[in-house]
């Protein structure tokens, strides 16, 4: 699995979190959180960086927009903590990019 494989897989699965959290649906995506990944999955497909990715934390350039930047980021401050009780090996993955790149 390529870098920005496991970086789609890890934001799915935050989305998926906070939209289940914030009980926007009882079954798959809401229409937001649906468009707030299909958005993720496009700004992934398109960084200049690749496989050399780092999180979107350490990363230098801000290819969101200030509304979509937000929604990211209330989504992962809220799934951010929940991650190692439903994907620990992703959580744990993520935190050791994190602290190594």
């Not at 906070?18 to 798959?28: D, F, N, R, S």
Request: hydrophobic share 30%; with cysteine; aromatic share 6%.
């Amino acid at each position: 699995m390529t870098h920005i494989e496991q970086e789609k897989r890890t934001v799915r699965q935050m989305v998926e979190i906070y939209c289940h959290g914030k009980k926007h649906t009882a079954k798959g995506l809401c229409e937001e959180c649906s468009a707030l990944l299909d958005y993720a999955y496009q700004r992934l497909d398109h960084c200049k960086f690749g496989e050399e990715k780092p999180t979107c934390k350490k990363c230098p350039i801000h290819c969101y927009n200030p509304e979509m930047k937000e929604k990211i980021r209330e989504a992962m401050r809220y799934a951010g903590p929940r991650m190692i009780l439903y994907h620990p090996v992703a959580a744990i993955k993520h935190l050791i990019r994190e602290i190594v790149k």
